[in-house]
Structure formats: structure tokens, C-alpha cells
């Protein structure tokens, strides 16, 4: 059955092609072409096994019907102490062909779930200012409360941090419309 669950290590090189897949299709004329041709599976594989050792607990993936994973999300307390955010979404990404079927929302629920169930009342996510995908997170109940650069793959890029207030809402409001994550 398809449906979110918690990633596991043998996860890990099935996230690293959902990220480079995406990744490419995403940020093709927004990150310079070296950085992701130079992208590699095997590379983001082993970084995802370390991950995926260190803190499994904020990683979620996207299983579909045939076992297959699509789509990943990856969440934690706010790394950068002088933001009045107590926790961070740093990763979400749905395979390009599984776009537009609730995948992202389902993530998105779980890592809210996760973070509120660690006692972080207060969320922010980077986005890249050219990405049109961060217009998903205006839709979801977030604010895009600040702008910054942000270091991604070596250059200084564009971002728009989007916040959420009070997430406990945005989970209520969704889950009361049908749109339920299973955990
Ligand atoms: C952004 C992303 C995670 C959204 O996931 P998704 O599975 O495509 O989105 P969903 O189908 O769950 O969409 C849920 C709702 O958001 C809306 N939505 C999705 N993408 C949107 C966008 N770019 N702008 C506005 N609304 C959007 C959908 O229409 C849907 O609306 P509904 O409530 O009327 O049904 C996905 O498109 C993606 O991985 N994009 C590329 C990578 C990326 O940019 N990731 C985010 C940066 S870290």
C-alpha cells in the first residue's frame, strides 16, 4: 500500500536518485550546470546512509503501490541559533513524475507532525527565490517571512525563508479536509 513511513538505511539510495532526479529537473538554469551535472547517486547515497545512521527520526519517504520510493523529506531542530525558529524542514523532494498527486503534502504533514512532536512550535524552510515550487508552501499555510543568500553546492544562491506560526493549525486544517497522513 502506498503511503508515508519513516526512511530507513536501506532507503538511502533510493532517496540519493529521488534528490539527484529532482534536483536536475528543478534547479536546471537556477544552480550553474557543473553543479548538477557533477552531481552523483553513489555520492548522495552514501551521504544519505550516514544520515539515515545518524538521525533516522526527522527522515520520511514516499512509498508507492509497487514498494517504490518517490518522494523524501528530511526535517530538524533549526541549525542557525539566531532564527526565532525552533525547528527546520531542509528537504523535500517528489520524483518528477509523481508531481501533483498529494505526495508533497503527505511529507510535508509528516514533517510537521515530527517536528511538533519534538516540541518545535515554530518552523521555517529555505527555498530558492527562483524556484516556482515555493509557491507549494504559500499554498500549505506558510509566510515567506525573510530573504537571504544561502550556500548551496559551494555558491551563494537566492533563498526565501517561508515560516509557519502556529503549524499545529495547518496540520488540523488538513487532516480535517481528508488530507490524513497515516503514522
Ligand atoms: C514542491 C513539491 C514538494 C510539492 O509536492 P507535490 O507532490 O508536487 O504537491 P502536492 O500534489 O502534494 O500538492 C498539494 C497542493 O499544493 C499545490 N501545489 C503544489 N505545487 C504547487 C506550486 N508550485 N505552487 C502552488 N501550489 C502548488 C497543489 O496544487 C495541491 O493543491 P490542492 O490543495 O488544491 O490539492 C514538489 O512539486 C517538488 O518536489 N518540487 C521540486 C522540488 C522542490 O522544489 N522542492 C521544494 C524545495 S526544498
Not at 551535472?37 to 551521504?47: E, I, N, P, Y
Not at 544520515?51 to 528530511?74: H, M, Y
Amino acid at each position: 500500500m502506498s503511503g508515508v513511513r519513516l526512511a530507513r538505511p536501506v532507503d538511502a539510495q533510493a532517496i540519493a536518485a529521488v534528490e539527484v532526479e529532482t534536483w536536475r529537473t528543478t534547479y536546471a538554469g537556477i544552480l550553474p550546470d557543473e553543479v548538477l551535472v557533477g552531481l552523483s547517486v553513489d555520492g548522495r547515497t552514501r551521504h544519505w546512509r550516514t544520515e539515515l545512521e545518524r538521525a533516522p527520526k526527522g527522515i520520511w519517504v514516499w512509498r508507492d503501490n509497487s514498494g517504490a520510493i518517490s518522494g523524501f523529506g528530511q526535517c530538524g531542530r533549526q541549525r542557525d541559533l539566531s532564527l526565532p525558529f525552533q525547528g527546520e524542514i531542509s528537504m523535500l523532494y517528489v520524483q518528477t513524475d509523481a508531481q501533483d498527486n498529494g505526495i508533497g503534502r503527505q511529507l510535508l504533514l509528516a514533517l510537521l507532525a515530527t517536528l511538533l512532536a519534538s516540541d518545535c512550535r515554530t518552523i521555517l524552510t529555505w527555498v530558492l527565490r527562483s524556484n516556482p515550487s515555493r509557491y507549494f508552501y504559500d499554498h500549505m499555510g506558510a509566510r515567506a517571512l525573510l530573504e537571504r543568500q544561502i550556500p548551496v553546492a559551494g555558491h551563494l544562491i537566492d533563498a526565501v525563508g517561508y515560516g509557519w506560526d502556529d503549524p499545529s493549525l495547518v496540520l488540523d486544517r488538513w487532516v480535517r479536509s481528508g488530507h490524513h497522513w497515516a503514522p
